[in-house]
T-cell receptor
Framework: AQTVTQSQPEMSVQEAETVTLSCTYDTSESDYYLFWYKQPPSRQMILVIRQEAYKQQNATENRFSVNFQKAAKSFSLKISDSQLGDAAMYFCAYRRFQGAQKLVFGQGTRLTINP | DTEVTQTPKHLVMGMTNKKSLKCEQHMGHRAMYWYKQKAKKPPELMFVYSYEKLSINESVPSRFSPECPNSSLLNLHLHALQPEDSALYLC??????????????FGPGTRLTVT
């Protein structure tokens, strides 16, 4: 079975600075997807970024980028120029490549932005 | 438009009541999901419908009964629930493509309280 581990239950960063959230996972499969979702206090889960395992290039979405290290099974999220609206619970998630499969989530990292 | 809607936003029900949660999307997505999320925990998958057929049931108690009347609508029927079933219930959907499905988009959730 696949597992996802987020070792940082909480993190904080000053507004406008950069923060990196860590995620490791365990799988025996070679093809899969990895995601970062954010869940603000308003509770809606919002997709932040997606990475396909067969792509070597790291995904980026505006201020959000990932460092995908397939051999190390590591998938960290970097948030640049942090904004107050980035405050949320961030979940790393794994999904198998084929079919309508479930997301396997990590336990989450609560990110606080200090003004 | 990546919108998944859920009604109601809040629901309080007694253990002998019967109620239903509703989820709707008009994005042409052919996979729909129900997740249960307890406070400060990641979502846990309950059910997956793929092309209107139940494809995954994560050993959910029979007091939860899913229904997918058409490709845009997903219901979760609730009966004889227990107080420990109080949680945030999230619906998600994903677009199909050859060989699999894209990322999941979540609705805002229904906060359920069982008294």
């Amino acid at each position: 079975a696949q597992t996802v581990t987020q070792s940082q239950p909480e993190m904080s960063v000053q507004e406008a600075e950069t923060v990196t959230l860590s995620c490791t996972y365990d799988t025996s499969e070679s093809d899969y997807y990895l995601f970062w979702y954010k869940q603000p206090p308003s509770r809606q889960m919002i997709l932040v970024i997606r990475q396909e395992a067969y792509k070597q290039q790291n995904a980026t979405e505006n201020r959000f980028s990932v460092n995908f290290q397939k051999a190390a099974k590591s998938f960290s999220l970097k948030i640049s120029d942090s904004q107050l609206g980035d405050a949320a619970m961030y979940f790393c998630a794994y999904r198998r490549f084929q079919g309508a499969q479930k997301l396997v989530f990590g336990q989450g990292t609560r990110l606080t932005i200090n003004p | 438009d990546t919108e998944v809607t859920q009604t109601p936003k809040h629901l309080v029900m007694g253990m002998t009541n019967k109620k239903s949660l509703k989820c709707e999307q008009h994005m042409g997505h052919r996979a729909m999901y129900w997740y249960k999320q307890k406070a400060k925990k990641p979502p846990e998958l309950m059910f997956v419908y793929s092309y209107e057929k139940l494809s995954i049931n994560e050993s959910v108690p029979s007091r939860f009964s899913p229904e997918c009347p058409n490709s845009s609508l997903l219901n979760l029927h609730l009966h004889a629930l227990q107080p420990e079933d109080s949680a945030l219930y999230l619906c998600a959907s994903s677009l199909s493509r050859t060989g699999g499905f894209y990322e999941q988009y979540f609705g805002p959730g229904t906060r359920l309280t069982v008294t």
